[in-house]
């Protein structure tokens, strides 16, 4: 079956750097994406990564490794506003995502 | 760019009544549409794939009879839910695949549904 792993919560201070993790296993692969949700409202598109490596964007990078399965989302300098549901989506085969449950991310002062 | 607008934003309604819940690509035309449920501190939760001028693609234990979608054109889709009930109160949420890219959907803003 298509499953896509990432943790359900993570605390992390004001300023400081988090990395959220996110595994998959999917029929084919045509990318990876990671979405960023507040509460009561609708996803916004982050990142996309479709080759190895990592995509940096701001303050926000992201990292596929496609033999590993795995994927990360790397963000700095953590501001207030950053607190809210990280959520990874892969592309399978058929081109439709496949998505995570969601990391609920809180940052305190 | 990139814009997904969904009317409206919230709405209540009697047990029993249909609600009718739009979905528009505001600056570029989307052959293809989705339409996702999610219930409070869950994930979303894909209900079915529109595609512009066909029948839309439900998923499994989605009753298509229950939840209406039509894709009349390239920038808008419905979902009319019919006969609701308080077990169908949750936010919906449309997304449009960009034409081209990766294959990215842009989400639309949500609809909070409650059904009394």
């Known amino acids: 079956g298509q499953n896509i792993d990432q943790p359900t919560e993570m605390t992390a201070t004001e300023g400081a750097i988090v990395q959220i993790n996110c595994t998959y296993q999917?029929?084919?692969?045509?990318?990876l994406f990671w979405y960023q949700q507040h509460a009561g409202e609708a996803p916004t598109f982050l990142s996309y990564?479709?080759l190895d490596g990592l995509e940096e964007k701001g303050r926000f990078s992201s990292f596929l490794s496609r033999s590993k399965g795995y994927s990360y989302l790397l963000l700095k300098e953590l501001q207030m506003k950053d607190s809210a549901s990280y959520l990874c989506?892969?592309?399978?085969?058929?081109?439709?995502?496949?998505w995570g449950a969601g990391t609920k991310l809180i940052i305190k002062p | 760019g990139a814009v997904v607008s969904q009317h409206p934003s919230w709405v209540i309604c009697k047990s029993g009544t249909s609600v009718k819940i739009e979905c528009r690509s505001l600056?570029?035309?989307?052959?293809?549409m989705f339409w996702y449920r999610q219930f409070p501190k869950q994930s979303l939760m894909l209900m079915a794939t529109?595609?512009?001028?066909?029948?839309?693609?439900?998923e499994q234990g989605v009753e298509k009879d229950k939840f209406l979608i039509n894709h009349a054109s390239l920038t808008l889709s419905t979902l009319t839910v019919t006969s609701a009930h308080p077990e169908d109160s949750s936010f919906y949420i449309c997304?449009?695949?960009?034409?081209?890219?990766?294959?990215?959907?842009?989400f639309g803003p949500g609809t909070r549904l409650t059904v009394l």
């Open positions: 990564n479709v």
């Open positions: 989506a892969a592309l399978d085969s058929n081109y439709q995502l496949i």
């Open positions: 997304s449009a695949r960009w034409p081209g890219g990766y294959n990215e959907q842009f």
């Open positions: 600056d570029f035309q989307a052959t293809t």
């Open positions: 999917t029929s084919g692969f045509n990318g």
């Open positions: 529109s595609n512009e001028g066909s029948k839309a693609t439900y």
